[in-house]
């Protein structure tokens, strides 16, 4: 089923803004620039509104599209496609998480790397 959002974190060190909008382009259609907001960053991606938000996790940034109307059914399938273009680390939930799964189903996390992909725990608070 697919996802009315999609939401997967980039780790830190290894990737810019330059390289998402690129990817961004390439997957969605062209970027607007990007305008910073406090922390955030927001652009148009296609007609996706797009919100990257650096260090929003320790050294994982966040990459926020807010659509169901991405190439993506779900985090997964952007995590994975992340990865291949940006070769960075990327984690994502495993699906979408609802406050009724309780605090250990939202520790639960996809680990996309160069080692392969694996459901790891991450508490992120």
């Known amino acids: 089923m ?6 997967i974190y980039l780790k830190d060190a290894d990737v810019d803004h330059k390289a ?3 990817w961004l382009h390439s997957a969605l259609g062209e970027c607007s620039e990007w305008v910073q907001k406090g922390q955030t960053w927001k652009c148009k991606a296609g007609n996706i509104p797009v919100t990257w938000l650096p260090k929003a996790v320790g050294k994982w940034n966040s990459l926020y599209l807010e ?3 991405t ?3 779900d985090d997964i ?5 992340a990865f291949a273009a940006l070769n960075v680390e990327v984690r994502c939930a495993p699906g979408t998480w609802v406050e009724e799964e309780g605090e250990e ?3 639960r996390w996809i680990r996309i790397s160069a080692d392969g992909e694996e459901e790891i ?3 992120t608070s």
């Open 67 to 69: 659509s169901d109307e």
């Open 105 to 107: 189903s939202a520790d």
């Open 20 to 22: 998402i909008s690129a």
């Open 121 to 123: 725990t991450w508490r």
């Open 71 to 73: 190439p993506w059914d």
């Open 77 to 81: 399938a952007c995590a994975r496609a």
């Open 2 to 7: 697919r996802q009315p959002d999609i939401e």
